[in-house]
């Protein structure tokens, strides 16, 4: 009789895959005033990450619609995506207590947009129209005419040509970087006169997570992205692993959404995380994969990689 060894699951573990800068910002600032105040209102999710913000929701945090449901005087966190100046005007006539937990990246992007703004500029905002950052970004203009948003190379043809008019672009931060690129390109090529601050406004964090994913996804029969669907990171992260070959990807909150079955027939796989997954899911997720399927872990980040 022939033995048939099965080798076991190889899941790199790829660097970087804790929060970003921001969001641990944003997370010490909340968990600091619930403890302070006993609960506060928002009226976007402090971070974008589920299985955060229900820890939150516990801890007597409310949302609310908008500025004006907010009791006056009452406590306020905004969250790391930031506000449009005008909310942040509202807040403080209403006299209420203002937690600011906007990402210091994101409130450098938004102070360059007021300036362009008072200084006669247009402005294009490449991003997602829905996504909360973007809609502070849209808020630093100082009327909606003289801003436009983009997110693909169609949206930048049906721009106007700006004969004339000062016009300067800014970027969402959690974008895709290289389709990111390919939209300057074609905005820079339709209207030659566009500026910009800085080649592009996408984080460091953001970077380095998608770079990783870029270079290991192809090898890979599986990737697994920890985070909430609704996260721009997290969801680019599920793109870029299945645009840059990964035979399969799944994006998940946490072990407990994680479909097992999808583990057939997986040789290789990597998991990395969005900006906003904390540290504890993530290594509840490995301690879960190593423990019911035997996989072994290896680490892996750019640093490491000495293919050249
Ligand atoms: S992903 Fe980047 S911009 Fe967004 S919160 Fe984190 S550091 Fe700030």
Known sequence: MVAIFHMPIKC?????????????RAVSM?????????????IEDVIHNRMFMNDLWKCGVVKVASIDEIPDNAVVMFSSHGVAPRIVAK???KGLTIIDGT???IKAV?????????????????GDRAHAEVIALIGCADKSSNVFVVSNETDVELLPDFDGV??????QTTLDWAHVKMIIEKLKEKIPHVESLSPDNVCRATRERQDVVRKIAGSMDLVVVIGSAHSSNARRLYEIALSSGAG????????NEFDSSILTGVNTMAMTSSASTSEFVIQEF?????STFGVVTEDFSLNNDNDG
């Open 166 to 171: 000062a016009v300067t672009y800014f970027t």
């Open 248 to 255: 399969n990807a799944v994006l998940v909150d946490s072990k």
């Open 286 to 290: 490995i301690e879960y994969l190593t």
């Open 12 to 24: 790199y573990i790829l660097s970087p895959h804790w929060f970003c800068s921001g969001v641990k």
């Open 91 to 93: 807040a403080e006539e």
């Open 110 to 126: 938004q102070c360059d947009a007021v300036k362009e703004t008072n200084l006669g500029k247009k402005l294009i905002i490449i």
């Open 30 to 42: 909340a968990e600091q005033v619930c403890k302070l105040y006993g609960g506060f209102y928002i």
């Open 103 to 105: 990402c210091p990246v």
